[in-house]
């Protein structure tokens, strides 16, 4: 069983849409969720962190956390062709020396 | 404030050679990772140094070595390169203690022929 594992999608959705991702991952004691964004040849950038159950609201970006149910997800509202990317989740076990364990990503396309 | 810094940006290596790819982190950073990402994966953990120490250890082999500075730069080092070993290195840092994401640099692509 993979650390942590995504739908590598893609995930195409109308502008404007709500995009839905989601990740799950397997070690309870997780404790800090990450939503990266990385474009086409560029590197991961850091859009959104949760760290206990529920939502986490940033603009137009939901992340939302299930510990029960070993399940984050990231909702993007009001969907801009800009969002097309790859969106990573990744998983730590807390803590100062805790590696960051990544998902394969999901590819998200937003039509224009 | 400079961000997390990666030096070079393209590499071509034959296999059999050794490598040697550079970071800095942000100002105020002090724990740096370093990941390979090869093409449609996900960024695979290599290590992580603190205190000019490796702290964490993912998946790989011997081949890859690392060091920390006592200013937090940090280098990634790749004895008897392998076609496989091509990829984009990220280097990423994070203040010790805090449980924020990391920031990454922008990477370092090395092809191995």
């Known amino acids: 069983q993979k650390e942590v594992e995504q739908n590598s999608g893609p995930l195409s959705v109308p502008e404007g849409a709500i995009a839905s991702l989601n990740c799950t991952y397997s070690?309870?004691?997780?404790?800090?969720f990450f939503w990266y964004r990385q474009y086409s040849g560029k590197s991961p950038e850091l859009i959104m962190s949760?760290?206990?159950?529920g939502d986490k609201e940033d603009g137009r970006f939901t992340a939302q956390l299930n510990k029960a149910s070993q399940y984050v997800s990231l909702l993007i509202r009001d969907s801009q062709p800009s969002d097309s990317a790859t969106y990573l989740c990744a998983v730590s076990l807390g803590g100062g020396y805790q590696k960051v364990t990544f998902g394969t990503g999901t590819k998200l396309q937003v039509i224009p | 404030d400079a961000g997390v810094t990666q030096s070079p940006t393209h590499l071509i290596k034959t296999r059999g050679q050794q490598v040697t790819l550079r970071c800095s982190p942000k100002s105020g950073h002090d724990t740096v990772s370093w990941y390979q990402q090869a093409l449609g994966q996900g960024p695979q953990f290599i290590f992580q140094y603190y205190e000019e120490e490796e702290r964490q250890r993912g998946n790989f082999p011997d081949r890859f070595s690392g060091h920390q500075f006592p200013n937090y730069s940090s280098e990634l080092n790749v004895n008897a390169l392998l076609l496989g070993d091509s990829a984009l290195y990220l280097c990423?840092?994070?203040?010790?203690?805090?449980?924020?994401?990391?920031?990454f640099g922008s990477g370092t692509r090395l092809t191995v022929v």
């Open positions: 949760i760290y206990s159950n």
């Open positions: 990423a840092s994070r203040r010790t203690g805090e449980n924020y994401g990391y920031t």
């Open positions: 070690d309870r004691g997780s404790q800090s």
